[in-house]
Nanobody, 116 residues
């Protein structure tokens, strides 16, 4: 079992940056993948970025070139660096841990609001 705690959300103006952190309660080394999802009001939760165990990453088309996912095994933490933020990035951002078999684990979410 893994507990995930997100932090780093907040209010930022368009064009600004934020860095989200997701701290895990245990080692993330053995996890199949870790990811960030987001959910805007009235919309479905969507994948933003994922980092696989081997280090490869993938991103939603809407954030490519602006967001970057990374991890720190020593701190059991995954990050999402978000640059050039847009109002449409406003959402609750959730951390996800995929151990490779059910269940997956989710954090409680952190609100990101981008003002125009």
């Amino acid at each position: 079992q893994v507990q995930l705690v997100e932090s780093g959300g907040g209010l930022v103006q368009a064009g600004g940056s934020l860095r989200l952190s997701c701290a895990a309660s245990r080692s993330i080394f053995s996890l199949n993948a870790m990811a960030w999802y987001r959910q805007a009001p009235g919309k479905q939760r969507e994948l933003v970025a994922r980092i696989l165990k081997g280090g490869s990453t993938n991103y939603a088309d809407s954030v490519k070139g602006r967001f970057s996912i990374s991890r720190d095994y020593a701190k059991n933490t995954v990050y999402l660096q978000m640059n050039s933020l847009k109002p449409e990035d406003t959402a609750v951002y959730y951390c996800n841990a995929d151990p490779g078999r059910p269940p997956e684990y989710w954090g409680q979410g952190t609100q990101v609001t981008v003002s125009s």
